[in-house]
């Protein structure tokens, strides 16, 4: 049996048509399927149209978050509560295409526990998301140790065995691409094109881009802590090097300037070095603080699945 999971934040007109697309390539195939709708928080009708939806099918699962958690943690909450021995999470706007699961699956029957779909081309997006998103996945990968491939999504087909090993996973910043190429196993891709949007738009706004980058980042990295500690050492050598020249001209050659000028420059430049250094230091205390807390990552205010909101 394949699990689908399909995340939702304000998709009411996307949802059936998407089912529909899904569930013919599911017989194209000839398996079984099972939807997994998780609603993050939409302020649309999508919750109606799901509920509609599990009533007319009973293969149809759905779950309600109390309120907008994010992507990761609705496709997360979707992991939590598949029972099929293959997995596919898919966007509900049809810019992953359902077609490709048939791709997807046949190459995954070859043996591999996980087969993304990477992109060879990406429609209807601005040139400024393109731009950081090409950017942002090739630093990604200078910095981190694991491999993350490219160019791809969270669109992929991943086995029960993958799935399991993200259950036990406990962090909060949700970054699956990162933590599923971290779990290994045999990896492969599919190209395919990206589409546009079906209808309604986009749910990632820059500041969730922004705030999934330093999840990204952070979770995989401490690079960013090195270049802190790292520029440390070298403005300290060159603050150093400003000392000795400064007593000599003061004591040796006694030729030295009211330096306002060189004062401010290196003042305002070392503080600023010094803020950047303490904002990264933060940006990883803040994560270890949310990450102690011990708060459930998510909180279900209505499923269909059994014991899904005890
Ligand atoms: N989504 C979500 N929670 C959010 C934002 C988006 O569950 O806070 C879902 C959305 O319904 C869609 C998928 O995540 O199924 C991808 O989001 P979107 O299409 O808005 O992002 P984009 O494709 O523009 O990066
Ligand atoms: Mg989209």
């Known amino acids: ?23 013919a390539v599911l017989e194209k195939l000839n398996v079984e399927g099972e939807f997994v709708y998780v609603n993050d928080g939409s ?25 907008n958690f994010g992507h990761q943690i609705a496709v997360s909450a979707g992991l939590d509560h598949v ?3 293959k997995v596919v999470i898919i966007d509900a706007d049809g810019q992953d295409p359902p077609e490709v699961i048939e791709q997807l699956y046949l190459k995954s029957l070859e043996g591999y526990e996980v087969v993304y779909a990477k992109r060879a081309q990406r429609k209807g997006e601005s040139i400024m998301k393109r731009a950081t998103a090409k950017w942002f996945y090739r630093v990604l990968n200078r910095i981190t140790q694991i491999d993350i491939p490219l160019d791809t999504g969270d669109f992929r087909i991943i086995d029960r065995k993958v799935v399991q090993q993200l259950r036990k996973m406990p962090e ?42 330093l999840d990204g980042i952070t979770s995989f990295s401490n690079w960013p802590l090195k270049i ?16 000795l020249y400064t007593l000599y001209s003061r004591y040796v050659i006694k030729d030295y300037q009211p330096g306002w000028a060189s004062q401010m420059v290196t003042m305002v430049f070392i503080g600023g070095i010094q803020l950047i250094g303490i904002g990264i230091i933060g940006e ?3 994560r270890i603080n949310e990450n102690i807390k011990e708060r459930p990552l998510y909180v279900i205010q209505d499923s269909n699945i059994e014991h899904a909101s005890d």
């Not at 939806?53 to 109390?66: N, R």
């Not at 395919?192 to 990632?204: I, N, V």
């Open 43 to 67: 302020s649309d009708s999508s919750k109606q149209v799901l509920n509609q939806l599990a009533k007319e099918h009973q293969e149809v699962k759905y779950i309600h978050f109390s309120r």
């Open 1 to 23: 049996m394949i699990s689908v999971i399909i995340p939702i934040y304000n998709e009411e007109d996307n949802i059936v048509p998407m089912y529909e697309r899904i569930t």
């Open 284 to 286: 990883y205390i803040s």
């Open 172 to 213: 909060r910043q949700k970054f699956l691409r990162g933590q599923i190429s971290w779990i290994g196993f045999n990896q492969t891709d599919v190209t395919y094109e990206r589409e546009e949007r079906m209808s309604g738009e986009t749910g990632y706004s820059y500041a969730k881009m922004i705030r999934f980058a």
């Open 228 to 243: 802190a500690t790292i520029s440390g050492f070298v403005f300290s050598f060159i603050g150093f090097l400003l000392i």
């Open 83 to 85: 029972t099929g021995d």
